[in-house]
């Protein structure tokens, strides 16, 4: 018997060791830097300020945030539009299609990223294949300047993020029971009532779980604006990469950094509070 | 320089060095005394720069001529390599290249060694043009090795505009059409130059009116990319561009149609200084190879390679004619590089506000 609670805490362990060392250290870390003072040429001096702070509350900060917030959120609404139908029509093919789908799904996790959003550029640029399509079709006349806009990062940012979506409510959906369906039905629900009843309150785990995993990154993927909106919408991550490179703060980096993260689980708390679910498919 | 476009291949050349960077430490037992040559066989010499700033050729003859091994290592930032000069008090490599601003750091913090110029018999060969700035100013350890001059290009079969100088991208004609590299330093300082100030400028009135005025430019820009805006300009994403040396270089030389601007309000440059680490372990390698690159062909074939604009007033006739026009400096234009200004460090608010001013001006360009 107690041998067998030993080695529950012994399996524990690593997971323990692993938690300690590559989260919250390095998150001790950078909260540490973050109150600590840029040194003249390289690093930081250990003198206490809370300089850094005040900084980030200058209006011209607030403002990126802002900006942030802005995309990260017309980026998740976007991608549960798109997702969620998708995933839920997933869920309901046969498991054949399933597979396939999956695997299609898949694949283009193979590439980089990076090279998938060059992809896009040859699609959106001037005399590009959209451009090209579109004068051939005759709907446009000239060239467009579709790439480096507002719209064209969006479409980087959902292209990018929808898997996330899809996955997680397709797993959610294929969990469902769908006797209930049924039993709804033939209480006299419509297709609509039963839907709205029934199907979204079940797979609503699935539903913020992606909201969570589209959200979360895109506060942080500056780098689909760097190079689809040729890096004219400034976005928090670029200003932290810039002041970490270019202007050698690192502590004020830090600083942004910390308050990108509080941000972000305020959001998380406000979305699970809206939601009223105590579950978000196994992120809480 | 400041942007290498050279990221996934200098991850295969710093495998490729963990591969076979055993060398390494043999190069401790350094050689003294004169006899350098017969005492140098066999000995390393670290080298220490961004990737492929050597072409292969040229470090082959080097051990070919001293029989002197060459272990190159390369960093990606400036900032790198100064947090490693740190960590190693100076010692651990032979030469290091690398930009004029970082060296300035470099020499305050005591990590540089103070050449002894009658190690090196082609000293001489330098332009004396790129010499004495602001991070040597008595040239006292650093040897040039190029320089960068971001200057302005445009295609004169869509830009209806003759482009003078920076004053000229803010035309109206050119809305939606321009490229500029994302450097705010260079940007913000053509901006004061186009105001009559200087780059370097620590007055905070002046850096704010440049601010106001850089926001203007907004409507006219069409992208900021700092790694290859020569493709945009090439596949007609924009029609002018301001942008780095290397890029200028790439661009004549894939459509040489393509019209150079040294603009008339004056340059803005960087030139890349090569110099000994002051406990460099094998410091006497390192004069044989500052002597061997300022050999005037070799620097030629350096030059070259990396593109950039020839510093070595000697290696200028061996420059080949395909490179000529593009990296030796044109004679009409050398009151420009006197009136120009290198991108010197500012003081921490000029810089802070430098970067505030930038950011707004992205904002508006969207």
């Known amino acids: 018997m107690k041998n067998k609670k030993l080695n529950k805490y012994l399996l524990r362990i690593p997971i323990y060791i692993f938690t300690i060392l590559f989260v919250i250290l390095p998150l001790a870390y950078m909260v540490i830097i973050s109150f600590l003072t840029k040194a003249k040429t390289w690093g930081f001096d250990f003198t206490f300020t809370l300089e850094n702070y005040k900084k980030v509350f200058d209006p011209f900060y607030l403002n990126i945030f802002l900006e942030s917030v802005k995309l990260a959120l017309a980026s998740t609404v976007l991608v549960t539009l798109i997702g969620y139908p998708f995933g839920y029509f997933m869920g309901r093919l046969s498991e054949r299609w399933k597979r396939r789908m999956m695997m299609l799904l898949m694949i283009p996790f193979w590439t980089s990223g990076l090279i998938r959003l060059n992809g896009w550029i040859i699609i959106f640029r001037s005399n590009g294949v959209l451009d090209k399509l579109l004068m051939f079709s005759g709907i446009t006349k000239t060239p467009l300047k579709l790439l480096y806009t507002y719209p064209a990062v969006l479409v980087g940012m959902v292209y990018f993020l929808l898997p996330f979506m899809i996955l997680s409510v397709y797993s ?41 995993l589209t959200f979360v990154p895109s506060m942080g993927l500056f780098y689909i604006s760097d190079i689809l909106g040729g890096n004219k919408i400034v976005l928090i991550g670029s200003v932290i990469v810039e002041q970490l490179t270019k202007l050698r703060n690192i502590p004020f980096a830090a600083a942004l950094s910390v308050i990108l993260m509080l941000l972000t689980i305020v959001f998380l708390r406000l979305y ?8 978000l498919e196994g992120l809480f | 320089m400041k942007s290498k476009v050279l990221g996934l291949l200098g991850l295969g050349a710093a495998l490729a060095l963990t591969a076979c960077g055993g060398g390494s430490k043999d190069a401790s037992q350094q050689s003294t005394g004169a006899a350098a040559d017969s005492a140098l066989k066999g000995t390393t010499l670290n ?23 060459v272990n190159y290592s390369n960093f990606d930032l400036d900032e790198t390599m100064l947090a490693k000069l740190e960590e190693t008090k100076g010692g651990d490599y032979d030469i290091v290249v690398a930009d004029d601003y970082i060296i300035q750091l470099a020499i305050k913090e005591g990590l540089v060694k103070e050449l002894d110029k009658s190690k090196i018999s082609t000293y001489d060969n330098i332009n004396p043009l790129f010499q004495s700035k602001f991070y040597d100013p008595e040239n006292k350890y650093t040897m040039p090795y190029g320089a960068g001059i971001p200057l302005i290009v445009y295609n004169p079969e869509t830009v209806k505009v003759d482009i003078q100088g920076y004053n000229d991208l803010w035309n109206p004609e050119l809305a939606g059409n321009v490229g500029i590299i994302g450097n705010y330093r260079v940007i913000d300082g053509i901006t004061l130059k186009s105001l009559g100030y200087s780059f370097n400028t620590n007055d905070l009135t002046q850096i704010q009116e440049a601010g106001d005025k850089l926001k203007t430019l907004a409507p006219n820009i069409r992208l900021i990319n700092d790694n290859n805006l020569q493709d945009y300009l090439l596949s007609g994403e924009v029609g002018a561009a301001f942008m780095y040396t290397s890029q200028v270089t790439q661009a004549i030389k894939a459509n040489p149609d393509l019209k150079v601007v040294y603009p008339k309000e004056g340059l803005g440059f960087g030139v890349m200084g090569s110099f000994i680490p002051s406990n460099a372990p094998n410091a006497e390698a390192a004069y044989k190879f500052l002597e061997y690159i300022n050999e005037p062909e070799v620097a030629a074939k350096c030059f070259e390679y990396i593109g950039y604009f020839v510093t070595n007033k000697a290696a200028e006739s061996y420059v080949s004619d395909d490179w000529k026009d593009l990296i030796v400096f044109p004679e009409d234009k050398i009151s420009l590089i006197e009136s120009g200004e290198l991108i010197e460090n500012i003081s921490d608010e000029a810089n802070e506000l430098h970067n505030k001013l930038w950011e707004e001006f992205r904002q508006k360009t969207n």
């Not at chain 1, 699970?272 to 579950?279: A, D, L, Q, R």
Request: cysteine-free.
């Open chain 1, 172 to 212: 959610s959906v294929e969990k469902m029971d769908w006797s209930l369906i049924e039993a709804s039905r033939d209480l006299g629900a419509s297709r609509l009532e039963s839907f709205l009843t029934i199907t979204l309150r079940l797979t609503m785990p699935g539903l913020l779980s992606g909201v969570v």
């Open chain 2, 47 to 69: 080298l220490y720069t961004w990737d492929g700033m050597f072409p292969q050729e040229v470090l082959d003859g080097f051990t070919e001529k001293t029989g002197v091994k």
């Open chain 1, 272 to 279: 699970k509070k809206v939601s009223g679910t105590g579950e």
